[in-house]
């Protein structure tokens, strides 16, 4: 196993990490599931200070990198499920809940049956629409409907 594309049991032998650092780290699945003991964003902040750890080793030359991303323009993303602090949730428009783990957002999303959507690109052409439309004469008569 490694940790940042660095063997464990040298992280280890040369007192780099404890054993439980290693354990903790090998243990942690994206997204992070938060549990009794632990919260997600104590997972985060361990991850956080274990990487940081093989990070400063790696740049004091303590150990090396079997690969490094980096030189090659490939890098890992980390994403936690979390929405981060000052987020006071996200509001769910289809059920009308606000929620802030992003996992649990895009299931309620799905479970009401729409889909979310963003700048990706189109994966189906765009349609045309064809037929004889007088928009303003709708939307006019839709108001005054409306209104009465």
């Known amino acids: 196993m490694s940790i940042m594309n660095c063997d464990e049991s040298e992280l280890f032998e040369k007192q780099i990490l404890t054993q439980e650092e290693i354990d903790t780290y090998s243990n942690l699945r994206i997204p992070y599931r938060s549990s009794a003991d632990i919260s997600v964003s104590d997972l985060w902040q361990k991850h956080r200070e274990i990487t940081q750890k093989v990070k400063k080793a790696v740049d004091a030359g303590l150990i090396q990198q079997k690969f490094d991303y980096a030189e090659k323009g490939e890098?890992?993303?980390?994403?936690?499920?979390?929405?981060?602090?000052?987020?006071?949730?996200?509001?769910?428009?289809?059920?009308?809940?606000?929620y802030d783990s992003k996992s649990s957002y895009y299931k309620a999303v799905k479970a009401a049956g729409c889909e979310v959507v963003g700048n990706?690109?189109?994966?189906?052409?765009?349609?045309?629409?064809?037929?004889?439309?007088?928009?303003?004469?709708?939307?006019?008569?839709?108001?005054?409907?409306?209104?009465?």
Do not use: M
């Open 120 to 148: 990706d690109a189109p994966t189906e052409g765009r349609k045309e629409i064809r037929g004889n439309f007088d928009v303003s004469k709708e939307l006019k008569q839709a108001l005054q409907q409306h209104l009465r």
């Open 75 to 98: 890098t890992f993303h980390v994403i936690s499920d979390n929405l981060g602090e000052g987020v006071q949730g996200v509001l769910n428009h289809a059920d009308g809940k606000k």
